[in-house]
């Protein structure tokens, strides 16, 4: 007998930045029932999808979210209620009815994507990844946030994120471990250098008030030698530029480099830089939507860097196949509320997959302490996830999650692989 939706509800929550967002709960025709925390972005691209927020000053400065759990609790409920719930995400689609979910919002129909598919793996009784799967399930290697800046601490430097992938390893677990060694060091190099820790970044990193985005991949470099380990072999690094919030008529603006680059310069930059430093990836090196940069940076870097679109594809099939057409990136940062349902989140992951783009699975800044991201890379197969750092609970939540799946279930682990592009 198929299962059928038989009750939704949603309420106001609040996400580890203290802003607002909804948790929504399924209840189907079986009596099973399961619920899901919706994340938000902090470094958001314009090509997302719309997050419904009240608009009202008076509460939470206008971020108030009981609009999209107010839609849930109607409009939604009351067309889903009865349907099967292989047909979800198709009805919730429709009933928006717009391109980028804006009449709904996107944070209510994930919310009740993600609650209906937990629904589904509390009824069959098997973890949700299995429920989730579209291919052979296995644990990601993670890009681990190690130095913030841009808009995920102040502004400080205009680089958001200078993270590690610890690849050579034989398991998570040893991952991880090799991943606080690092962060502790980094935090000792950064403090026995002078400079002022801002504080703890959005996802947990190290904040410290540089001179220059090199410094912060000198430190970092340096943190992974400290640590005892070997750069590029068995631990490289990743780069967030998220370049379109410092990007202005056609010109890249460093200020706390003191210059300003074109999209040419801006290329030769990066790749003076993961030339000199252990980069394998580069995330957003070039702004959403400098199309022709973004084709020559893949023709200079495409055939040894990882060149992963995030504001530049949004998650959205489109931008992914424009990009597929006209030889920009290779790689996709798949993050599920920039389109808005599980069922498009897979589509895109699908559509990379088959034209050779590698996916990495990502939270977002402001998160909750739902691991249900855990579950979604290894459904998809990815090989790559993008949490956060090693602090803070709502990032923990996934890796703990990733752990536990590991020490129970004996998943494959693609650590060796992700050097070698056979993920």
């Known amino acids: 007998m198929s299962l059928l939706m038989q009750q939704l509800s949603a309420w106001e929550i609040l996400d580890s930045r203290g802003r607002p967002t909804i948790e929504v709960e399924a209840v189907l025709s079986d009596g099973a029932r399961a619920s899901a925390q919706v994340p938000s972005g902090a470094s958001t691209g314009k090509h997302e999808a719309h997050e419904l927020r009240d608009g009202d000053r008076s509460r939470y400065g206008g971020l108030g979210t009981r609009r999209a759990a107010a839609n849930v609790n109607g409009e939604i409920a009351a067309a889903l209620r009865g349907q099967s719930v292989e047909r979800c995400d198709e009805i919730l689609i429709a009933l928006d009815g717009t391109p980028n979910k804006s009449r709904l919002g996107a944070n209510a129909l994930l919310g009740v994507s993600c609650a209906v598919a937990r629904a589904v793996s509390v009824s069959r009784r098997e973890p949700l990844y299995q429920t989730l799967a579209i291919g052979e399930p296995v644990l990601p290697v993670p890009m681990i946030n190690i130095i913030s800046g841009g808009l995920h601490a102040g502004g400080n430097i205009e680089f958001q994120d200078f993270l590690i992938i610890p690849h050579g390893f034989g398991s998570m677990a040893e991952a991880l471990e090799a991943t606080v060694k690092i962060h502790t060091r980094c935090g000792e190099r950064i403090r026995k250098g002078g400079y002022l820790l801002t504080g703890v970044a959005d996802e947990g990193g ?16 340096a943190s992974i030698e400290d640590a005892g380990f070997r750069p590029g072999e068995q631990v490289s690094i990743a780069l967030d530029v998220a370049s379109s919030h410092f990007y202005r008529d056609g010109i890249y603006t460093l200020q706390s480099e ?32 400098d199309w022709p940069g973004w084709r020559l940076l893949t023709e200079r870097l495409g055939g040894r860097v990882q060149l992963v679109g995030d504001d530049f594809f949004t998650t959205n099939p489109g931008r992914v196949q424009r990009g597929i057409d006209t030889g920009c990136a290779n790689a996709v940062l798949v993050k599920m509320n920039q ?51 090693i602090t803070r609970s709502e990032r923990l939540a996934k890796y703990n999650r990733l752990l536990a799946i590991e020490q129970r279930d004996g998943l494959r682990w693609t650590g ?7 993920l």
Request: aromatic share 6%; charged share 20%.
């Open 416 to 422: 060796g692989a992700w050097r070698s592009g056979t």
């Open 339 to 389: 389109i808005g349902t599980l069922r498009e989140t897979f589509d895109v992951v699908q559509l990379a997959g088959a034209h050779g783009y590698r996916c990495v699975v990502s939270a977002r800044s402001g998160e909750t302490e739902d691991s249900f991201l855990a579950d979604l890379a290894i459904a998809t197969g990815a090989g790559q996830i993008k949490i956060g750092s």
């Open 258 to 289: 003191g210059r300003s680059l074109t999209s040419e310069e801006m290329i030769e930059l990066l790749a003076e830089w993961s030339a000199r430093f252990p980069v394998a990836s580069i995330e957003d090196g070039l702004a959403e939507d």
């Open 206 to 221: 190290w904040g410290p008030l540089l001179p220059s985005n090199r410094h912060a991949l000198e430190i970092l470099t």
